[in-house]
């Protein structure tokens, strides 16, 4: 049994995976700021802690984390405005990530998205350029550090039923997947040491996910 701190974990990536990681006999912290949404996270079976980690230092996350054997990632600022997009997406997750290193904690799993990269390609006019230009800073600087990272880069996200099938592929044949199954290749990637210092991009499929990571590896 491992301690999993999930970063976000109000979201419907963290609620699936907090589930999952529950039934499998896991114990999950989650970090989120609404205090209205401690019951829905207790009812997913982790322990609440009501945190802005806009607003924490490394220090501070440092402490939450500590006596933890990974972190997810799994937040965002949802677009509100390019200032909070940096704050959160950029800004707070590479605190994330130094602070998981000062507490000891490491290994550290990014929910990212597919094409997330430097050369991203997004034009400044567009309105989704500030969380590409977020997200790859954020990724970038995990890659650099010297926690055993893995990076998730599913494509768009849907509310449909997981089907547990996913392809691993630069340029998967769909270019959607259900939030459901994205959470379950956090699961996998977590008890896999194989995917260390990997990318992972994926989609939906026609493969089981434990199985479609391994091959890919």
Sequence with gaps: MSRVAIIGGHGKVALHLTKILTNQGH??????????????????????????????????????????????WSAGAGGSSPEA?????????????????????????????LGARKDHGVPEDNGFFHYAEAKAAAD??????????????????????????IEVSAEPQQDSVAREDVALVAAVVLG???TVDKTIQFNSGETPVAEAIEAAL
Excluded: C, K
Excluded at 47 to 72: K, N, Y
Excluded at 157 to 165: A, E, F, N
């Design 27 to 72: 114990q999950v912290s989650s970090i989120f700021r609404n205090q209205d949404h401690a019951g829905d996270v207790e009812q997913a079976g982790a322990t609440p802690v009501v945190a802005d980690v806009s607003e924490l230092s490394v220090a501070q996350m440092a402490d939450v984390f500590r006596g933890h054997d990974a972190v997810v």
């Design 85 to 113: 997009t940096y704050a959160v997406d950029r800004d707070a997750a590479i605190r994330s990530m130094d602070a998981a290193q000062e507490a000891s904690v490491g290994r550290y799993v990014m929910v990212s998205y």
């Design 140 to 165: 970038e600087h995990l890659r650099n550090s010297e926690l055993a990272w893995t990076i998730l880069q599913p494509g768009a996200l849907t509310t449909d039923p997981g089907t547990g099938m």
């Design 192 to 194: 896999n040491l194989g």
